[in-house]
């Protein structure tokens, strides 16, 4: 595990969500969210029926360096939408997430667990995953 951008394990992770239409006061996943190291923030937003999150804070120099893009890797990941989950996935959302500490884009889910915790999983050909749960920035 390194201490890149994100600390995602290694994984770019996605979300399942409750429905934008259905989801009740308090149960919307847009919003402010830290991640499981406590190090980035997340901002999840409404986009194409689903939600899209974007990277707005970062430790360090955060660098986008394992781009696979060669022209993109002196930029800054805050700023760069990492989450697209516009796929109605059950009771939620599925779709990828580009992952800046490896250069990946992964398949994945994201679940709102209650207000104010969010479960996100990435995967590997949809057999190796890994979860964490972000926590809504108050």
Known sequence: MTSAPLCLSGLALIAT???PALAAPGN???GLWVTETGQSKVRIAPCGGGYCGTIVAAPGKALDARNPDESLRGRSVVGVQILDARKPDGGGFSGTLYNPNDGK????SM???DASSLEVS???LAVLCKSQTWTRVK
């Open 111 to 113: 679940r709102l667990k």
């Open 105 to 108: 884009t992964y398949s994945g």
């Open 28 to 30: 919307d996943p847009a």
């Open 122 to 124: 990435g995967c590997v």
């Open 17 to 19: 969500l409750a429905v």
